[in-house]
């Protein structure tokens, strides 16, 4: 489906917002939908917002154990080493099927506990600052199962 960038805060919309649904601000006139390669990466879309709905630490590891809603359904596994999440928190996903750094992400068992994706850090996005291992932590304006923005929201400590 095509879609239009927010010139403010460069969040990805569908081509039917009329506003920015990560900032508000409105759509410019004429703006122009993203690049069409951008639509046909399959890999880049498996690459979402996700909001973690449980978090529980993994006994006798460093690990934490998450319910992450990307959008599809049911909330999907993810085992992260991140310390930086909880409950309610607006994350970047790698959902199975997703690349990142020339890795394909796929399901996985880490530790005896299953995990189908793995939070982004600012590093693995190609974004400027956040500390490495740090999971993005995004404004609660953007909505689980769209795409992460490109780049650093404005604003955003995490």
């Known amino acids: 489906m095509p879609s239009w960038v927010c010139p403010e805060c460069e969040y990805e919309n569908e081509e039917e917002d009329t506003a920015c649904a990560a900032c508000e601000a409105e759509r410019p006139v004429g703006a122009a939908s993203a690049a069409a390669d951008d639509d046909d990466d399959d890999a880049y879309r498996r690459i ?46 790698a959902c199975v099927g997703a690349e990142v750094k020339g890795e394909t992400v796929a399901k996985t068992t880490v ?28 404004p609660a304006s953007f909505a689980p199962g769209t795409r992460p923005p490109t780049s650093r929201p404005r604003g955003d400590a995490a």
């Open 48 to 93: 979402r917002v996700g909001v973690v709905m449980e978090c529980e630490e993994a006994p006798n590891t460093k690990l934490k154990r998450l319910k992450v809603d990307v959008g599809e359904g049911e909330p999907i596994p993810v085992v992260t080493a991140a310390t930086n999440v909880k409950p309610g928190d607006h994350v970047v996903v």
């Open 111 to 138: 530790r005896s506990f299953p995990s189908q994706g793995m939070l982004c850090d600012a590093g693995m996005l190609g974004w400027v600052g956040g500390g490495a291992g740090a999971a993005v932590v995004l």
